[in-house]
């Protein structure tokens, strides 16, 4: 099989989004199976979809499977080896624009049947709320703090069994989807939201109205600012 650490690394986070931004269609779109079914469906889909991208980003040759910008660059810091960067960061962004792309796919006939246009970019980016910048930007950067260090803290336990790690991150996702995604939403992720935003913008998607570009870049600066902070706290700390 054809593998690389940029094909992981694309098609792993394609899955990610394909799965992610599944569930929350599943649950707002009108007429799914799905519908109405909840917060704690969205925040399980997520974790699974956490867990299954980071086996299909090992599987396709990306050993680290970051599958987020965000960890790329905390990991970046804490090796201080910003090689990496290069590499993953266009794939993780391409991979989401193509997950959130299939999602559009697989619900066809459920965008037209959804009136409300905020349900239908719901499924693609995060919006927070109550709107208000400085908040929103703390609620991202505490939660990509949370998933940092949820993420060392895994890879330093001794006696994990081959294969269980991506299932804990997935119960970390799933964890801070239940205790800290209602702000915003919970992006905790660049790639995450602002590829899908963009395939939002650009899909044929009836009644669509407006890809909310002025909120748009929280969810990209304050995974970025909370993994740089926590980066540096855990190198000082030699953690």
Known sequence: MVSSPFLGELIGTTVLLLLGDGVVA???LQKTKGHNSGWIVIATGWGLAVAMGIFTANAFGSADAHINPAVTLADAILTNDFSKIATY?????LGAFLGAVLVWLQYLPHWRATEDPAAKLACFATDPAIRST????ISEILGTIVLIVGVTAISKVEGIQV????????????SIGLSLGGPTGYAINPARDLGPRLAHALLPIPGKGGSDWSYGWIPVVGPMI????????LGLISL
């Not at 960061?89 to 962004?93: L, R, S, T």
């Not at 269980?164 to 119960?171: E, F, H, N, R």
């Open 163 to 174: 294969g269980l790690g991506p299932y804990l991150v997935g119960l970390l996702v799933w």
């Open 26 to 28: 599943n649950v707002v």
């Open 226 to 233: 909370g993994a740089a902070v926590i980066a540096i706290v």
């Open 89 to 93: 960061v266009p794939a993780q962004m």
């Open 134 to 137: 400085v908040p929103n930007l």
